[in-house]
């Protein structure tokens, strides 16, 4: 096999390229200095007790300004000001994203979350992902890069007290740590270590909303321009007749349809949305929500009906108000967390939705795949790429909003596109719908390099399938010989999912509203496997799930981009017995089960919960140190599958191929390494039963030899047909690379 380069560029396409070399080039070995303000934020600390003078209303001034003073817009304004005129600030190319220099900075993420990691005793969130050991442990499996998840102060304020938050620290109120998790010197510390093993640290934003803090309530008393943060309408008295009442002990009422469509005529808010995510009929009917009565610094007294994409207490931000308060307070958030704290990267969380228009009369509101969205990612990515770090964003939109968003923001996409297809081939020991997903996402030019492909997260199995329910609910679609409409095909994955993997066949996994299935991997896998219950798993049944596991981390991590994985997935977690998180469940939000704490290092084997509370979960795989010394263990198998994956370059691979298979269980992808221009394919078992056929494709010639790099033996040669034949057993994978 001769090396080959891919198509020249073409000669029309002006391109403009850094001359210079570029962060992500000098990453490794030598990472630059971080850019630092010349003056830290408000030092870490509670409010002092003698702060607290008088009533918590807009007419006492000592409670405006401590609201002022614990504002993010207003740490928006003391950071932005140190950061300006330097020129640290203009050494970095911004304009364009660059998906595989990121890949090649952090090609494989550990996705942790704070309340379920189980810490050493008296030591902080932040303090344990500062341990050198831990960070050695990582190197050593071959993890490089650690997404803390959300760790600022979240919730929100109610007079004088903050309050609990109300989506796992989703609902941002602050710059500052949250104290339950560590400070900022934790935080800085956590950045060091990490780099010393060649690693960094991925941080968050929230461009999408804030939670109830002090800019909220800033805003409900109509202070300067925090009104102008949020997409919230003043309600004239006239017109309080057509608000909800706000019932005691609450600041806020959703509104019904009903209130909805008043208000729209009444042409104060634009009416309903495209779809109410998180839908709980007489909890959230409608994304728009009616604050009390609130007495505002001029003693007038006001109402406001807010807009708000998910749960009430999570107000969205308006990224086109002519104050731009709202893009201040997101851009101060992220040049905090990358130019002050050290992050190397951000995620863009709930970033889909910063765009909302009225449509005409009858239908609903433009609300996704907006180019506002677009034009507030380029923004947002532009700002961290001059300071040196990347974006990735969790947009569960259409391919085509994937697409379009990584054009000029984010650098890096989740893997929305194929994850519910990859547990469906599991399912069903069928990978036509994976297959299908996978040819639209190559097909459509959103490529895999620029995906994080991830096992679990903090978050439920999607199988919402937005690119067939909305945009191409009408386009038809071939699916086993027949074809079906967009809305036809999401509809019957989702039938098959929640048949296979909730109901009586796997009572121990939970329908989350619409959006999905809150489980763990392993409590996947045990469904797909058809286990009714979680309680009697022999030896041999483990061996079983883990196998299952190892092939869901091949179909993850040897193709290209990043893979990610969770402490769940590392520790093999089942999930929660319903009444250990019954309080949590009470809300109605079921992915409280699959949120159980872990211990990755042994660091207290007695503990019941974590520091946090969360109960400790049923480990199948045990800690890292344990695992690590026996060479067939999970963490040990994963140890030597991502060596592979970084001694074949196929993280930073161009996807080719997805051919078609002779048997439906099995899946191939055919990949070019970058740079050498050699050939390699991934080919798995989706089944529990042994397989074989010929795999064929365009891009193998005849004469090859293939052998897999995971075994280290020949598997074949290509014939006159360039198709190879392969045998595999049930659940197992091949990462075929080619020589002639």
Known sequence: MTDEQGPADDPHQIRHEPTEITYSEQFYPARPRSLR??????????????????????????????????????????????????????????ARPNPKAAVSAAPVWFTAYPISLI??????????????????????????????????????????????????????????????????DD?????????????????????????????????????????????????????????????????????????????????YIIGRLQRVIFHDPGV?????????PVLGTDGVTRRWVYLHYFKEGQPSINWL?????????????????????????????????????????????????????????????????????????????????????????????????????????????DTEFLRLTLNIALQSGVAAAGLVHALQNHDELTYELVHFATLHSSDLFTYHGVEVTGGQLAEHIRAELVQTLTGPNASYNAIFTTNGIASTTVSIIAAALGHTTLDRLTDQDVREIKRAHLLLAMFNALQPGVFSLSGWDLCGLLTLDRERVGTLLATGDTRWIHRAAYDLMDYQPDATTSSSGMPKGHSLYGSLPAQLADPNSFASRLKHLLRVREETGIATADQLEIPPVPHPALLAMVHRIDGTGRIQATVLNFGSTPVSGAVASEFFEPGWTAYDALTGRDVGVVDDMRAVCVELPGHDGLCLVFRA
Not at 378 to 405: P, Y
Request: aromatic share 8%.
């Open 119 to 184: 810490t050493p005793a008296g030591r902080s969130f932040l303090g344990t992902l500062a341990d050198p050991d831990l960070w050695r442990t990582f190197a050593e499996i071959g993890i490089r890069a650690v997404h803390t998840g959300p760790v600022k102060r979240a919730g929100g304020i109610s007079g004088w007290d903050t309050t609990a938050s109300v989506d796992g620290h989703f609902d941002r109120i602050s710059t500052a740590i949250d104290e339950v998790f560590g400070t900022e």
């Open 321 to 429: 108000d002519a104050t731009f308060a709202g893009m201040r307070l997101v851009i101060g958030d992220a040049l905090h967390s990358i130019g002050d704290l050290g992050s190397g990267a951000l995620r863009l969380d709930a970033n889909g939705f910063l765009g909302v228009e009225k449509s005409a009369e009858g239908l609903p509101a433009w609300s996704e795949g907006h180019p506002l969205s677009e034009a507030a990612n380029q923004l947002i990515a532009s700002m961290v790429r001059k300071l040196g770090g990347f974006t990735f964003q969790e947009l569960n939109l259409t391919v085509d909003d994937i697409r379009i968003t990584s054009e000029a923001g984010a650098d890096l996409s989740y893997d929305f596109v194929n994850r519910p297809a990859y547990h469906h081939a599991l399912a069903t020991s």
């Open 187 to 267: 935080f800085r510390r956590m950045c060091q270590v990490a780099a010393d093993q060649g690693g960094t640290i991925i941080d968050d934003v929230v461009p999408g909303h804030t939670g109830k803090g002090p800019d909220f309530r800033l805003a409900e008393m109509n202070v300067d321009d925090y009104p102008g943060i949020y997409h919230m309408v003043q309600i004239a008295p006239e017109d309080w007749h057509l608000l909800p009442a706000v019932g005691p002990g609450r600041d806020s009422a959703n509104l019904d349809a009903g209130a909805e469509e008043a208000l729209e005529k009444a042409g």
């Open 37 to 94: 303000p010349r003056a830290r934020l408000r030092p870490q600390e509670q409010p002092r007790p003698h702060e607290r003078s008088g009533d918590p209303v807009g007419t006492n001034p000592e409670y405006v300004s401590w609201l002022r003073r614990n504002s993010m817009l207003q740490d928006a304004r003391d950071l932005s000001v140190q950061l300006t005129g330097q020129g640290s600030m203009w050494q970095n190319p911004f």
């Open 284 to 292: 959230k009917d409608t994304n728009w929500s009616a604050t009390g």
